[in-house]
DNA sequence: CGGGCAGTTGAATCCAATCAAAGCCTGTGG
DNA sequence: CCACAGGCTTTGATTGGATTCAACTGCCCG
């Protein structure tokens, strides 16, 4: 129960894998928000539930730091529903955001409309270990599919990362992947054609699924929209849905059903230009990264 | 001097300005180098001078805090010559760097030949706030112009870091910045034109220059080659170069001689869509954004 | 004077965006 | 149970922005 694991891959909760897909884009009640302001205010978290993923944090630390974390980060939940905001550009940041279930992207729109999709945070991900620097959100982070959030008060987060420096050097790391996956994607959109971006950012979401757990090794749940797909990658829709089709032809994806399998995973990084030492985080081996 | 300003422009060195371009692009001795494993091995600094610019982190510690991390800074130094390496991608790192005088550039390159600027290091930034962290460098980081850097060994910047709370706090606002820009930049070249995105870039340069007192409000130095901007922005050397003229004919910019000049800042500032408030730190000011 | 590099220009090509419309699947409501 | 709506996917036709290839200028420097 104490997840004092280290390093290594938690499989663990296998049980949790095939949550992601329930409801997958269930328009569900409330209609393509976008950009709302929701947000549980102080105490108003919609539904608390217990399940959701280990804290892949907790691969840095251990013991009681773990535990402490893992706690405050269970002891207030909110479920957002697809494409709902659960902070947007502009607001206050009153809490820090793990990820218990489900997938949460980070954009930027821009006045003329158009929005960049700037990252994914999957389970186990902290979203903003940064939230206390700094009085206004400069980006928005909404809800992919069905997602179980932990909210973490930013003043307690920060007494405790006062009292517990280890805690401390484990959000710089979450800090330093984080920038150098927003490196890694700005090389992507910047010199990769279509076929190499879209390979990329499947070999990407598929590694760190498979570090939390939640992908086999030559598999995984991909609930996300080609139209999502493109705003991250800096595409059109037509474009992605094209291009997927030649992933496809040349026998490197096999997608549907919201699932994504590799034929063959080693092509498909060579395809995608993908070298995963910048997931490492440094010093940190990868699994699945042959 | 000792360098307890807080916030606001050190507009102190203002002695410092024009050095830049002393030499810009003499191709000087060592020719067209790219990814040299140069880098001074324990105490081969290749100059010393004292010179060089406040480190902006400056602006976020004050006092004692300050006086060392300077005192650190300026300790061991080493010059470099436009094209040359400082660290590359595989590098363990052993120093952080601090850049006293000239520009830098971050870069990650590609099998396939090309490569992605992913940011500039101006005078008064630190480049790698997080080496203690890693084993490699994910990335590299090279002189665009002559340059001299401050080399920090890393042991003793974790002491002093472990000794002095709000240093570290500093790294983090530092590193959060850096995020930040990166972000950014990723959504320039995800969803701007041409057009905006040269712009875009200007004003950021221009806009950060002026935080650490290297512009004027209407003109700032430019010592970039079109092939470099070309690398930054993803796009091609020709192109850079028409839309530049673009750019000038729409009256919005006058390069010439590596100096920029903006006729009308918020002209220039609207057509690249450019919202300063990702340079700001959350809730720090930047001075010179209208 | 020749070499190298930055900048410029033109022509041809191509990758990707845009416009438009149809097919599909799912949930909804009569 | 069927009709309908809405969101996602797919396809075709067309346009256009950006790349590529190539050549030429001007400049600094040896």
């Known amino acids: 129960m104490a997840n004092a694991f280290n390093g290594k891959v938690p499989d663990a909760l296998g049980e949790g894998r095939q949550l992601l897909l329930e409801r997958p884009h269930a328009s569900a009640c409330r209609s393509a928000i976008r950009r709302q302001r929701h947000f549980s205010p102080a105490g108003g978290a919609r539904h608390m539930n217990s399940f959701g993923e280990p804290l892949r944090l907790l691969g840095w630390i251990t013991g009681a730091d773990a535990e402490q974390l893992d706690q405050l980060a269970r002891e207030r939940v909110a479920d957002f529903a697809p494409r709902e905001d659960i902070v947007s550009e502009g607001d206050p940041p009153q809490f820090m955001h793990a ?29 903003d270990e940064r939230v206390f620097l700094i009085r206004q959100m400069d980006h928005s982070i909404a809800a992919v599919t069905n997602a179980t959030v932990g909210l973490i008060d930013r003043h307690r987060l920060q007494d405790l990362m006062g009292r517990r420096p280890r805690l401390q050097q484990a959000m710089a790391r979450q800090s330093y992947l984080r920038l ?30 498979e570090a939390v757990g939640q992908a086999e090794p030559d598999s995984c749940e991909m609930p996300l929209t080609q139209s999502e797909i493109a705003e991250a990658t800096g595409l059109s829709t ?53």
């Open 99 to 127: 990820v218990l279930r489900g997938w949460l992207c980070h954009y930027k729109a821009l006045p003329n409309g158009r929005r960049q999709i700037t990252g994914f945070s999957l389970p186990g991900d902290i979203c």
């Open 180 to 209: 150098s996956m927003q490196r890694e994607w700005l090389v992507s959109v910047g010199q990769r054609g279509a076929i190499e971006r879209l390979a990329h950012l499947l070999c990407e979401l598929h590694l760190r699924l």
């Open 238 to 290: 037509v474009h992605v849905n094209r291009t997927l089709q030649e992933l496809r032809a040349a026998n490197l994806i096999v997608l549907r059903d919201r699932t994504l399998q590799i034929p063959d995973l080693r092509a498909l990084r060579e395809a995608a230009m993908f070298d995963p030492s910048y997931l490492r985080c440094g010093d940190k081996d990868v699994p699945g990264n042959g």
